[in-house]
């Protein structure tokens, strides 16, 4: 029994993680010149502290890209099994013209846009 609480424990330190991970971009702060001048930075010092930040920036922007390509993926995949859950659940007839809180299946196809349509208003 010991054995499975630790195997869990691990299990949810190592999801944790990655997860925290996956959604953590930090945003570079940009260089201030005059006060790298001030705090006595020598020229190839201030010339260090910009290439360090556009490096930073570059990872900064693929960070961005990749959790938006991971929840893009995750929404797609959401969306499909919404789908088909609406299709093969049975459905009454009150349901087939929208549900008592107004919800009504999307007709729309979905398609490989790159965009999330949360609503036909948003075409």
């Known amino acids: 029994m010991r054995f499975i609480s630790v195997a869990i424990s691990l ?9 925290l991970a996956a959604a953590t971009c930090l945003e570079p702060v ?3 010149r005059a006060f790298l001048e001030d705090a006595g930075f020598s ?11 556009f490096t930073d920036v570059e ?11 991971r929840v893009r993926t995750e929404a797609r995949t959401a969306a499909y ?16 013209s929208g549900s008592e809180d107004g919800f009504a299946p ?9 965009r999330l349509f949360l609503s036909q208003e948003d075409r």
């Open 59 to 69: 990872d900064f922007l693929n960070c961005l890209n990749d959790v938006a390509a």
């Open 81 to 96: 099994d919404f789908d088909r859950a609406l299709k093969e659940l049975p459905q009454d007839r009150q349901s087939l």
């Open 30 to 32: 940009r260089p201030d």
């Open 43 to 53: 020229p190839a010092e201030i010339r260090t502290e910009y290439r360090t930040y």
């Open 106 to 114: 999307s007709t729309v196809p979905l398609q490989e846009t790159g």
């Open 11 to 19: 299990v949810l330190i190592a999801c944790s993680s990655a997860c």
